[in-house]
């Protein structure tokens, strides 16, 4: 469900992309859709991959996986990088707000003119 949210997120940027004739506007939706293709190309799949192998652990460890508190390292690894994530994606959008206001001046001062 993830890649197909962030699949049709990429296809409104795109959609933004055409419709940005400003200059500021153009280099924020460039920036916005290299991050939105890292988490397509790269996040979502190693969430996947994760996932399984946690899964394939549980099934064919069980007893030191379960039973011995080995899913407890695969929570602590989650919550590590669900932390990770969120730092990460804090620091982009602090990155990006000087560029979000300009390109929203950019399109006030394309209405007005």
Do not use: K
């Not at 280099?27 to 969430?47: C, D, G, H, K, S």
């Not at 996986?65 to 590590?80: D, K, P, R, T, W």
């Amino acid at each position: 469900m993830a890649g197909i949210l962030f699949a049709l997120d990429l296809r409104m940027i795109r959609d933004r992309i055409a419709d940005s004739a400003g200059q500021i506007g153009c280099r924020l939706y460039a920036i916005v859709e290299r991050e939105q293709l890292l988490n397509i190309r790269l996040v979502i799949p190693a969430t996947v991959v994760f996932n399984l192998l946690a899964m394939m652990a549980a099934r064919y460890w069980a007893v030191p996986f379960v039973a011995e508190g080995g899913h407890v390292l695969v929570g602590m690894v989650q919550l590590g990088a669900t932390f990770g994530y969120l730092f990460y994606v804090t620091r982009f959008f602090t990155r990006i707000i000087p560029l979000i206001v300009q390109t929203r001046q950019e399109w006030r001062e394309d209405v007005v003119a």
